[in-house]
């Protein structure tokens, strides 16, 4: 089948600390969005440390990676690994003896120019850190996402990498708060998505509540917006509604108690410095 | 009755205290810039004004934040005749 919208869109899944949920959103969103039947590449460009095809659970049937592609030793379209659940679905992987010095912005770009044809989404899966890696993952994106966890050295990273993708004139930036606990953030001791992003001051594009049931995925190797009754793959779910342009709404993590709510109206009135 | 009810409602939460350290160490990663230099930035400001004006209470230099854009927020009071 072929692809469903006439421009293409590619975008760079960043944050700056690692173990946040960069992989594990590049996974599920794109999953989600082949699912309903539109094409979509993802891009792992973390050289020398992949982990999509792990996520993906498509590591026993890599062949090719990306850097091969670069160097001639085989066409894009040989290394594009063909996802057997979601026939729309295809991912160009990293190398995993090489390093991130060995690809160069403008090779990345030629990759996307390449894609954007095919393919309705692309995604890339940016390592970690601000470096070369970094430089080489936004080079080619229209867009940008930031995902972030509610703790303080994970939104000071996605600050800084807010900056930088600004500095590169992006124009579209939004944020996915992952592993959010509702509980705690009523009970004081979380940051909430208000305190995100009054910090980050960026538009919202999903919130991820904390699941047991990603780690169980993850060890299957299946991505986690298959299992219909789990609060994250719905999640997920509901970020590539939101980048096909629907409205979802997010759901509240209002205070619900008597108490939280006096509580509440006490320190906004008589807690400010 | 006021200091009571702020007592009561006194929002000493690891949640406030994450806000109050990111709010600090945003707007300094944001700027370049770290306690030790608003203090020399207040000291040198205020040595420049009073070499002209005879500044009066407790003046301020500080950052303030608005969206994503910093700026220094200097307010010092002068003495009347």
Same mark, same amino acid.
């Given at each position: 089948?072929?692809?469903?919208?006439?421009?293409?869109?590619?975008?760079?899944?960043?944050?700056?600390?690692?173990?946040v949920?960069k992989?594990?959103?590049?996974?599920?969103?794109?999953?989600?969005?082949?699912?309903?039947?539109?094409k979509?590449?993802?891009?792992?460009?973390?050289?020398?440390?992949?982990?999509?095809?792990? !996520?993906?659970? =498509? /590591?026993?049937?890599?062949?090719? $990676? #990306?850097?091969? *592609? +670069?160097?001639?030793?085989?066409?894009?379209?040989?290394?594009?690994?063909?996802?057997?659940?979601f026939?729309?679905?295809?991912?160009?992987?990293a190398?995993?003896?090489?390093?991130?010095?060995?690809?160069?912005?403008e090779?990345?770009?030629?990759?996307?120019?390449?894609?954007?044809?095919?393919?309705?989404?692309?995604?890339?899966?940016?390592?970690?850190?601000?470096?070369?890696?970094?430089?080489?993952?936004?080079?080619?994106?229209?867009?940008?996402?930031?995902?972030?966890?509610?703790?303080?050295?994970?939104?000071?990273?996605?600050?800084?990498? !807010?900056?930088? =993708? /600004?500095?590169?004139?992006?124009? $579209? #930036?939004?944020? *996915? +708060?992952?592993?959010?606990?509702?509980?705690?953030?009523?009970?004081?001791?979380?940051?909430?998505?208000?305190?995100?992003?009054?910090?980050?001051?960026?538009?919202?594009?999903?919130?991820?509540?904390?699941?047991?049931?990603?780690?169980?995925?993850?060890?299957?190797?299946?991505?986690?917006?298959?299992?219909?009754?789990?609060?994250?793959?719905?999640?997920?779910?509901?970020?590539a509604?939101?980048?096909?342009?629907?409205?979802?709404?997010?759901?509240?993590?209002?205070?619900?108690?008597?108490?939280?709510?006096?509580?509440?109206?006490?320190?906004?009135?008589?807690?400010? /410095? | 009755?006021?200091?009571?009810?702020?007592?009561?409602?006194a929002?000493?939460?690891?949640?406030?205290?994450?806000?109050?350290?990111?709010?600090?160490?945003?707007?300094?990663?944001?700027t370049?810039?770290?306690?030790?230099?608003?203090?020399?930035?207040?000291?040198?400001?205020?040595?420049?004004?009073?070499?002209?004006?005879?500044?009066?209470?407790?003046?301020?230099?500080?950052?303030?934040?608005?969206?994503?854009?910093?700026?220094?927020?200097?307010?010092?009071?002068?003495?009347?005749?």
């Amino acid at each position: 089948m072929g692809k469903k919208t006439e421009e293409s869109s590619v975008i760079v899944v960043t944050s700056g600390k690692g173990g946040v949920g960069k992989t594990t959103t590049v996974a599920n969103v794109a999953s989600a969005l082949a699912r309903k039947g539109y094409k979509i590449a993802v891009m792992d460009l973390d050289i020398g440390l992949k982990k999509l095809d792990l !996520i993906l659970g =498509l /590591e026993n049937r890599v062949i090719y $990676d #990306i850097i091969q *592609v +670069i160097e001639g030793e085989c066409t894009l379209k040989q290394a594009l690994v063909k996802d057997k659940r979601f026939p729309e679905l295809y991912m160009l992987p990293a190398a995993q003896t090489r390093n991130k010095d060995d690809i160069k912005p403008e090779q990345v770009q030629e990759i996307c120019r390449q894609l954007r044809p095919e393919f309705d989404f692309i995604f890339i899966d940016c390592p970690a850190g601000i470096e070369q890696g970094f430089r080489n993952a936004i080079a080619a994106a229209d867009k940008a996402i930031v995902v972030t966890n509610p703790e303080v050295s994970a939104v000071r990273d996605a600050d800084r990498i !807010i900056g930088m =993708l /600004e500095s590169a004139q992006f124009q $579209d #930036i939004q944020l *996915v +708060i992952n592993r959010l606990q509702a509980s705690m953030v009523k009970s004081g001791d979380m940051l909430s998505i208000d305190d995100l992003l009054e910090h980050l001051c960026i538009t919202l594009l999903g919130i991820v509540p904390e699941d047991k049931k990603v780690l169980i995925s993850t060890n299957k190797g299946e991505p986690i917006v298959l299992n219909e009754r789990s609060e994250a793959g719905l999640a997920f779910n509901n970020i590539a509604n939101r980048l096909l342009g629907q409205q979802v709404d997010f759901p509240s993590f209002e205070e619900d108690s008597l108490w939280g709510k006096i509580r509440n109206l006490g320190r906004n009135l008589f807690s400010k /410095e | 009755m006021l200091d009571f009810l702020k007592r009561i409602f006194a929002d000493s939460s690891s949640r406030k205290q994450a806000n109050d350290r990111l709010r600090v160490v945003l707007t300094h990663d944001r700027t370049g810039t770290s306690s030790r230099l608003m203090e020399t930035l207040k000291e040198e400001i205020l040595e420049v004004i009073s070499r002209h004006v005879e500044i009066e209470g407790r003046p301020e230099v500080k950052i303030i934040r608005e969206g994503r854009h910093s700026a220094l927020d200097i307010n010092i009071p002068l003495k009347g005749r």
